[in-house]
């Protein structure tokens, strides 16, 4: 009965989205005041409907209900309360509820705080979001249901993936689909905007904290999602290069140019189609990443195999979605005045070099992540592009990006001189040079690449530094976008540190152990003295016990697992890591290698700088989230409000 | 007017590529090299003990698996592949192709048997992950043996009969159901024939 109960809601909720999608719009067309006002009320109508639908499914979830064939694919009796709930998007049908539910919590967001906007522009924005939905309901209900019925029921699940039972990936998901689909906004915003024909500042100004919360999820769900992989995969590398997380990177770094560019719009007026046109890119990138990893093109043939419908069903929305607002822009955009005059050195030229190289960046990811299927498509057989195509690729491009970054806030809008700049800055670039060519030495090993790393990474940091001190200084109250501001680009500077150091430093061994027997890594040592098994809810496991010795003296112990989930055969590894403010210490189980006494492969790492990178992250989230909070755009929303 | 309309353009070309990359089954290439005698190569093997070829297998139905550490496909190829070794159908034999690619920060610079040994010890390390589906590994560092039978991207799976002519090319992933349906029912016949 709930099942049913949850598919109702949902096919409810796809109509009022289509009402949602239509009737407003065709509002402002008619100039009918009823029909827009309806745009607020069905944003909220249909986030219940959805909302109905995936408690619905969580409740069967629970109940472990396993007649629904989702639930039975996903769950078992044995699964931890905890994961029966994470497991309701642990996969295809129910991660696009999730995302279904996201948006239409992302479009009631807009219907209640938009109190200040013109009624036509809200009626615009969430009939844009409305059509968004309806094709992402028409989608699930159409060839992914989560609440098809399994008759006769299964006796059993099988139980979620083990691989996706972690606390870190009950909140990934959410995190990271609240960044993508928060990335509709936006685009809705650009869209109303070249509807309406009044790109201005206002519109700018309006879509900027939208744009910075979705890109602030984003950066939270992409670091949940590597710090996952580094714990959990237990081959303690943080970054693959692997298509699904090209697929959020590329609508991060197509959303950071965003931000970037959406700020010279408000303030100068400049830029205005090329930021509409990013605002399209950076949620086309949303969908096109959710096109690859849901249609399995890229990550896993045979899913795809399996339900050819899917992937054209996607592909074809895509076409539409993007197709019709890129045709929209170029019908809309050479109406566009341009902005205040810049000079060719002014912040201005310096934001337009950062989101240049960010597009360049993101094509350069792009390329690499669909040149299999391009292989593919043009038959010259199958491939795979490994990260050495990417690092070759994309460190090079990071460079001048994060060089710019300094003198980029210091430089005077419309016309800056480089003597000014060079003036300002000198002092902290020295600084900055002398500190990467020395530090290096204390750290044991000197290279170019350490050297520009640190380099631009303490420039960076340096350099905010400075001009946090500068502002203090001076008399005013300080915003809170400022702050937000300053602490993301300072968390981009620790993370730099970061990648740097662990990239330069981290030192890996891979052994074969036995009771007794110990490794090291200067200073540390590492000792097996035990191996015992354990008992977990859904799956048994053999616990190594390995004493970590410090210059000879006891430091720790570390507990790493190799479990075996009952309802799967792969072995899952749970590393042991000893995180400290420097470094990270990493020992995980590899296969018994059989013996007597028993010897089991084992891998030992020492990754220094491993939590700056954590913490680069979460600087940035927190820059992103001051300076979304910041009071300015509610004032500035009502200033610009009043006129119209 | 028309500078605005590039995007479309690209994306336009990009959906081209998208949809036929959803249309296209190309993972089955006629290769010229099917019902051709399999090139003869001499490798160092994993192990490092002595070389291997063909001819060593002669008499026997073989399979010939094409792979590399960096190349993220074979990882979600291999578990199909360790559970196929285990029925012990056939031998495998892995070809570790290109294992140092020429950009490598590590080991492009190194000498040839420098690279030899990073290379193997790699491969070690990725097989003590990954399981060992492979009665024999061989390395084939430079490519040459590769060329030789055509390799167009990693992975790829050869069948080899019992006189040594490639019977059957798969480019791409393995699959459970291709092992089933195609390679095994082949195998069969070619060990009775």
């Not at chain 1, 479990?563 to 020992?587: C, Q």
Request: proline content about 6%; overall charge positive; glycine content about 8%.
């Amino acid at each position: 009965m709930i099942p049913e109960l949850g598919h109702f809601a949902l096919i409810l909720a796809a109509v009022v989205a289509l009402i949602q999608g239509v009737l407003p719009l065709a509002g402002t067309v008619r100039e009918n005041l009823a029909w827009q006002a309806l745009a607020r009320p069905s944003a909220a109508l249909q986030f219940g409907l959805v909302a109905v639908a995936f408690a619905c499914l969580t409740s069967s979830f629970l109940a472990n209900d396993f007649s629904v064939s989702y639930v039975a694919q996903h769950s078992n009796t044995l699964l931890p309360k905890p994961y029966q709930v994470a497991a309701v998007w642990g996969g295809h049908e129910g991660s696009l509820l999730l995302w279904v539910l996201l948006l239409a919590l992302w479009s009631v967001s807009v219907a209640l705080f938009s109190r200040s906007l013109p009624l036509a522009m809200v009626a615009r924005v969430l009939s844009v979001l409305g059509l968004i939905s309806t094709g992402f309901l028409a989608f699930i209900l159409t060839t992914s249901n989560p609440f098809e019925r399994l008759l006769p029921a299964a006796p059993e699940g099988r139980d979620l993936n083990p691989l996706l039972q972690d606390p870190g990936l009950v909140i990934h998901p959410p995190m990271l689909y609240m960044g993508y689909v928060g990335m509709s906004v936006a685009f809705a915003f650009a869209i109303s905007a070249l509807l309406s024909g009044r790109l201005d500042a206002a519109w700018a100004r309006w879509s900027r904290p939208w744009t910075v919360i979705a890109w602030t999820f984003l950066t939270f769900g992409i670091g949940l999602g590597s710090w996952w992989a580094y714990y959990e995969l237990g081959w303690g590398g943080w970054w693959f290069w692997d298509p699904v997380e090209n697929a959020s990177l590329m609508p991060w770094l197509v959303g950071t140019a965003l931000i970037h560019s959406l700020m010279v719009t408000e303030k100068r007026g400049s830029f205005k189609a090329w930021t509409v046109l990013l605002a399209i890119a950076a949620f086309s990138l949303s969908l096109l990443g959710t096109f690859l990893v849901r249609s399995g093109v890229l990550t896993s043939v045979h899913a795809f195999a399996s339900d050819p419908s899917r992937g054209i069903f996607i592909l074809i929305f895509l076409a539409l979605v993007v197709g019709s607002s890129l045709t929209l822009f170029a019908w809309r955009a050479p109406q566009v005045t341009l902005g205040g005059s810049m000079g060719l050195l002014s912040r201005e030229s310096l934001l337009l070099s950062n989101s240049v190289i960010l597009v360049v960046a993101t094509a350069a990811v792009l390329l690499g992540t669909i040149y299999p299927l391009i292989i593919d498509a043009l038959n010259l057989g199958k491939l795979s592009v490994g990260p050495p195509y990417f690092n070759l690729v994309f460190a090079p491009l990071m460079v001048p990006l994060l060089f710019i970054m300094i003198p980029g806030t210091v430089a005077h809008w419309r016309e800056a001189r480089l003597s000014d700049i060079v003036r300002e800055l000198r002092v902290v670039g020295l600084l900055a040079l002398a500190l990467a060519l020395l530090l290096p030495f204390a750290m044991g090993a000197w290279s170019l690449g350490v050297v520009l790393g640190l380099f631009l990474g303490l420039w960076i940091a340096l350099g905010t530094l400075q001009q946090v001190l500068f502002r203090v200084r001076k008399p005013g109250r300080i915003g809170a976008s400022f702050w937000g501001m300053h602490l993301a680009h300072f968390g981009m500077a620790v993370l730099v540190i970061g990648i740097t150091g662990v990239k330069s430093y981290e030192v890996e061994r891979d052994v074969r152990m036995g009771l007794g027997e110990q490794v090291t890594i200067a200073p540390y040592s590492f000792k097996l003295v035990g191996l015992q098994e354990v008992k977990g809810p859904n799956y048994n496991a053999v616990r190594g016990e390995f004493d970590v010795f410090k210059d000879g003296q006891f430091l720790e112990k570390m507990y790493p697992e190799k479990r075996r989930y009952f309802s799967s055969a792969m072995p899952m590894t749970e590393a042991a890591i000893d995180s400290g403010f420097m470094r990270d210490l990493y020992v995980s189980l590899g296969e018994s290698l059989g013996g007597t006494p028993a010897q089991w492969s084992v891998r030992v790492y020492y990754k220094p700088f491993v939590p700056w990178l954590w913490a680069g992250v979460l600087l940035m989230v927190a820059g992103g989230l001051l300076a979304a909070l910041d009071r300015r755009y509610r004032r500035a929303v009502n200033k610009a409000a009043q006129p119209a | 007017m028309k500078k605005f309309l590039i995007p479309l353009a690209l994306f336009l070309g990009l959906v081209v590529f998208l949809a036929v990359g959803l249309k296209r089954d190309p993972r089955e290439i006629p290769s010229p090299l099917i019902d051709k005698p399999a090139p003869a190569f001499s490798l160092p093997t994993l192990d490092g003990n002595k070389a291997f070829g063909p001819e060593d297998l002669k008499g026997k139905v073989w399979m010939l698996n094409v792979w590399a550490t960096w190349c993220v496909a074979c990882r979600e190829e291999h578990p199909v592949l360790v559970a196929f070794a285990q029925k012990n159908a056939v031998p495998i034999v892995g070809l570790s192709y290109k294992e140092i690619q020429p950009q490598d920060e590590q080991g492009g610079k190194l000498a040839d048997d420098a690279k030899l040994k990073l290379a193997r010890e790699r491969s070690v390390v990725w097989l003590q992950r990954h399981g060992n589906p492979y009665s024999t590994t061989v390395m084939d560092l430079d490519g040459r043996v590769g060329i030789n039978y055509g390799v167009y991207g990693v992975p790829e799976t050869y069948v080899i009969d019992r006189q040594g002519i490639i019977r059957y090319k798969r480019v791409g992933v393995v699959t459970p159901q291709l092992l089933a349906d195609k390679i095994l029912p082949l195998i069969r016949s070619l060990e009775t024939s």
